[in-house]
């Protein structure tokens, strides 16, 4: 593109000189797919190395875990391609989610002699996929990345999004970027060696979604919880499908109507995600995420019956499942201050606005736009009442646990 350039005649220079007006419009799409394996071994899977990595130089990245459990079965999958990638692997946890780790895949590209047409692999949790994503954006001004998460966190959510990012002091995320993978691989027999931990993280994103946008998948997670935490979402087989399927599109639904939040500010899939960055980091890390995430459900829910935005057993409907999956619903950090500058934080990456995410019904929800009806005696009382409540015994019929919930509670508040 060529600017068009003005001045004024040499011969007058006595006549203002207009000014220099220079632009230029550009833009760029994106598409990526998720493609669900039966297994790391399948010829299916196979087929998609092929198609995705063949003929580039690659630098694998992966978790010590990982690494462990699966280099072999990894290795075979690398002999199908005419380059052997450089694997490194990487301890990645919240702690060491840093610039400082972005700058150790950097080095190992760098060492690997990664070229413009270079493809990053993560092959992990999402702290791997984060950490990957952005380093991927900063080399050579970009190069592709492809994903293929391990847990059911980045199968569900982090893992299929378009965002990379990593802490810069107590601030979660605060370091970051847009830039969505080439492609990504989901394969679900990865959860079997998966910590009851971290199914518990991934059911925390899955009943988030199903909370505000898909009252069905809210119904499946609530009827086959237990077995699924203990089977890690290998049975009942047909179920577990349905739910890694519906979880995947739903969020893929979602994150396509405003890929780049340049639409709006108000996401059904910032749920849960108002409390729990400045909890997690008030915790050190040493507060999982997905818990933080189900700790900032539940007070959601018991805040919009509050409001009157939701009815009160339909919020512990909510409350119910998370107690019953083994999820926390209180930390002891969890308090009015905490609250308060959650919310200050909140309003300055959403451009003023709280655009707080409630339910207003399972599978429905609304933003709360302003902190003017949400007084601190009315968060206290939240606060108070999950603490109360959290000492409910989980796996009850959802009744029995209200009737329960109700009687913890009574003394102090009543909803």
Known sequence: ????LAVSP???????????????????????GVDLFEDVTSASFTRWIKTHLNDHRILVVMTPTVYRLYSQQLSACWSVLDVEPRVFV????????????????CRQAQEA?????????????????????LAASLLRRGISHVRIPTTLIGQVDAGIGLKGGVNFGVLKSYIGCFYPPKAVAVIPTFLRTLSEDGILQGIAEIVKLACVCDSALFEDVEATVTDLTRTRFQEPEAVAKKVLRRSISGMLTQLSENPFETVTLER??????????????????????????AIDIAFSAILASRLSLITEREALRIVHLLTNAGLPIYHAKLDGSLVEGAFDATKKHRNGALNLVVPTGIGRHTFVKDTNCLSMSLIGETIEYL??????????????????????ARNALRL
Request: proline letters at 4%.
């Open 1 to 4: 593109m060529k600017p068009s």
């Open 10 to 32: 040499t011969e007058h220079p006595d006549v203002a000189a207009p000014e220099l007006e220079l632009s230029l419009g550009a833009s760029r799409s994106w598409r990526f």
């Open 90 to 105: 990487l301890a990645c946890t919240e702690i060491t989610k840093s610039i400082d780790a972005v700058m150790a895949v």
């Open 113 to 133: 002699d990664i070229d413009r047409r270079g493809v990053l692999v993560s092959i992990g949790g999402g702290v791997c996929s984060d950490i990957v994503g």
């Open 268 to 293: 059904a899939v910032d749920f849960g995600h108002t409390l729990s960055h400045p909890l997690e980091a008030a915790t050190g890390y040493q507060l999982h995420h997905g818990f933080a995430v």
């Open 387 to 408: 603490q109360k409540a959290s000492h409910t015994t989980a796996r009850l019929p959802v009744d029995d646990a209200i009737r329960n919930q109700h009687e913890n």
